[in-house]
């Protein structure tokens, strides 16, 4: 099996060192990844210039580019040999209920999705992030399974991993996503009062038995089936009665 693996915090960070170096033991692994952090960049694409590959090293790559970009690239046409599984991450933080919006992390794992191949998106849910051996160790186990038995067309996989020792895990449980509460308020910068830094995520609104916050506050892995289709099919015939009147 051949890995591409890509994430948001950049080729340098430690999440992707390890995810690296654990999938590399039951896999080869090709490393396409941003230059420096791109964090919170969704799936946007660059396309007003163009972009350039960098090798760092023998099948590790850096671009100045966003995750969608660099797993795009890859898959394109960059990387000449076949890729058969796209994992993101190791990402410095969570990706709970409404962070995979945002995510450069779980947007990766998207467009390797809309490319046409299984894909994990994997972080480790801490601020203090001392466990990424943990969630390297998560990676090996769902990507042997993955070899066994493909998941289902369309599906992403979205994992966070408690930040605890291996021997700490409680089990790994399939989970829907929880939801926050809106964001914090903007904050004006102290120093120049033109500027603003965006706030901080809301807090947990939904976090109840079943959602992948339920499930990191327990110490197990939170495993969510993603899909790209975001039609709210259930509002189609409401919304075409209501359209009778416009």
């Known amino acids: 099996m051949r890995i591409l693996i890509s994430n948001d915090d950049g080729y340098k960070a430690d999440g992707i060192i390890q995810l690296a170096k654990s999938l590399s033991e039951i896999a080869e692994v090709i490393v396409v990844a941003p230059s420096e952090n791109k964090s919170a960049a969704s799936s946007s694409l660059t396309i007003g210039k163009p972009l350039k590959p960098i090798q760092i090293k023998k099948n590790i790559f850096a671009i100045d580019a966003t995750p969608s970009d660099c797993v795009h690239l890859a898959l394109c046409g960059f990387i000449k040999e076949s890729i058969d599984l796209v994992v993101t991450g190791i990402n410095f933080g969570a ?30 849910a801490s601020w203090e992030c001392n466990h990424f051996d943990t969630a390297g160790f998560i990676a090996q186990r769902l990507v042997t399974q993955i070899e066994k038995a493909p998941l289902s067309y ?20 399939s989970t829907r996503l929880g939801n926050r ?34 499930a990191i506050s327990n110490n197990f892995v939170s495993v969510t089936p993603l899909q790209i289709d975001l039609t709210k099919y259930s509002e189609i015939q409401t919304l075409s009665k209501w359209l009778k009147n416009v």
């Open 95 to 124: 990706n709970l209920g409404d962070d995979v919006i945002y995510s450069g992390t779980v947007a990766g794992a998207i467009e390797g999705r809309f490319l046409g191949l299984p894909s994990i998106a994997l972080s480790l």
């Open 154 to 173: 369309n599906t992403i996989m979205n994992v966070n991993v408690p930040d605890v020792s291996i021997s700490e895990l409680q089990g790994i449980k």
């Open 181 to 214: 509460h809106k964001s914090e308020p903007s904050i004006q910068d102290t120093n120049d009062q033109s500027l603003f830094w965006i706030g901080e995520n809301g807090k947990e609104a939904d976090n109840g038995e079943g959602t992948d916050f339920h």
